[in-house]
């Protein structure tokens, strides 16, 4: 009954990984050249902000991040890409998802309790209802699927819950039960330091992380000092349990290959870490040039993505809008 649609949205807080690459902006454009859904893309602005954003670093971050998506192949014209906070019913249908959704619902979301943390006194509101937000800019679209990564799981349930309140409170079949796309065994990228830890741009050591904007040497030079044990590369994925920076290093390797984990050990079984990081790097350092050299390009052209993103609004409005208007008729409103 409902039309395939995938959303997704990336905030705009700054720096993009190689982790936030492959576990996400990249599987993206796949789904958009797998065909059979329409994929609808975001950045979103009004994510970012329920904690504090410098003004200018927000609209220079929300470029960078518009910017990462084209050059990882987003097509602005096959997806829908664009900025949340130029599609106001984002926030209309959010207002209407507030009072659907209950206080104690809220209070259980595991990140809210790890972000608030002890001081919840002194957390934003939108803090709180950031949840809502996120089932809104998934139900705006009817959207009927959204990859998510293990952290995004348990809001993708609050999002049924919402919409299954709605259609039971007002008596109607309108919001689809989204359904999760949940990432492949490889998609989560662990920190180049610590295997156990996930790759992210909140960590302090630089060193931890591949960056999008990072250079050649950079890369290299950041895989060549990744932690590893001193043992050779199994022959079998299922025996690099308890070795989390090889399994991480095998893992990049497969998804920056686009193969099974299972076909990257028939080519890299065996090998021990002096042939296969410098393997590993210039690989890393081919797939990931372009991406960061187009990235280059398209910030030194600020207007042209602010027009591409303007037509991007404007196209996901034509959808939205009467999704919209359809809840305010149903609510009486
Ligand atoms: P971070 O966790 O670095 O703050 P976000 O939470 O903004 O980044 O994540 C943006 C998107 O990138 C999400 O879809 C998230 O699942 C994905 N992502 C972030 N870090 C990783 C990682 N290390 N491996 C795989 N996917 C990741
Ligand atoms: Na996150």
């Given at each position: 009954r409902f039309t395939p649609r995938v959303f997704s949205g990336i905030q705009p807080s700054g720096g993009l990984t190689l982790g936030n690459y492959l576990g996400a902006i990249k599987r993206f454009a796949d789904m958009q050249e797998a065909g059979g859904h329409q994929t609808i893309y975001c950045m979103v602005d009004m994510h970012a902000i329920t904690v504090w954003q410098d003004p200018a670093a927000l609209t220079r971050n929300t470029r960078e991040l518009a910017a990462g998506y084209l050059a990882a192949g987003i097509d602005p014209e096959r997806s829908i890409l664009f900025n949340q906070s130029r599609v106001p019913e984002h926030a209309q249908l959010a207002w209407i998802f507030n009072c659907v959704a209950r206080m104690g619902w809220m209070g259980r979301m595991t990140q809210w309790k790890d972000k608030a943390g002890k001081n919840a006194e002194n957390a934003s509101l939108g803090l709180f209802a950031y949840p809502a937000l996120m089932a809104a800019d998934i139900l705006?679209?009817?959207?009927?699927?959204v990859p998510v990564g293990e952290d995004q799981k348990q809001h993708l349930e609050l999002t049924r819950d919402i919409a299954a309140k709605f259609n039971h409170d007002y008596g109607v079949e309108f919001f689809p039960m989204t359904e999760p796309v949940i990432e492949g065994t490889g998609t989560r990228v662990m920190s180049l330091r610590d295997g156990t830890r996930k790759m992210s741009k909140?960590?302090?050591?630089?060193?931890s992380r591949i960056n999008l904007t990072d250079d050649a040497d950079a890369i290299a030079r950041k895989i060549r000092k990744a932690r590893t044990d001193p043992d050779p590369l199994p022959?079998?994925?299922?025996?690099?349990?308890?070795r989390p920076e090889a399994r991480n290093l095998v893992n990049i390797f497969a998804a920056l290959r686009d193969i099974s984990t299972d076909a990257a050990m028939a080519q890299v079984g065996g090998q021990n870490f002096g042939e296969f990081k410098p393997m590993l790097a210039d690989l890393a350092v081919e797939k990931l040039a372009p991406v960061s050299a187009e990235m280059a390009r398209l910030m030194n052209d600020p207007a042209e993505i602010d027009r591409i993103m303007a037509r991007g609004a404007e196209r996901a409005r034509e959808i939205a809008a009467p999704i919209l208007a359809e809840t305010y008729r149903i609510t009486g409103m």
């Open positions: 705006v679209y009817h959207a009927t699927h909140s960590d302090p050591s630089d060193a022959q079998d994925y299922k025996a690099l349990d308890g």
